[in-house]
């Protein structure tokens, strides 16, 4: 199975706050179920990790948290997470155990055994 690497807070708003389409400058004909890794690295500044680290105490990083299902690649989505240019559109959201492993540029097959893959709960 494929994997996507994403730096937090952008996972978190993905199972958490109903964030339906991940932006990405390259597209993909990619369609079907792929593991969302979260990165170990954060998107924002210090400042801001400092306070999501305090909002999110348990928030993973360096780990395969969960799966989507992408729908579709698109340039223009009525959604207040779309930035494009391209949008990778997402559906059925599923937490699981974190799987700590090693992310990758672009979709990627990661170096972990598929039986680990443990659900928890529907996500948003």
Known sequence: MKALSIR?????HIFQDGKDVENRKWPTDYRGDVLIHASSAFDGKAAEKRRFLIDHPHAPFGAIVGIVEITDCVTEM???WFFGPYGFVMANKRLITPITCKGALGLFTPKINLDQIQPLEKAA
Do not use: A, I, M
């Open 8 to 12: 937090q807070p952008w996972v978190q």
């Open 78 to 80: 009525d959604s207040q």
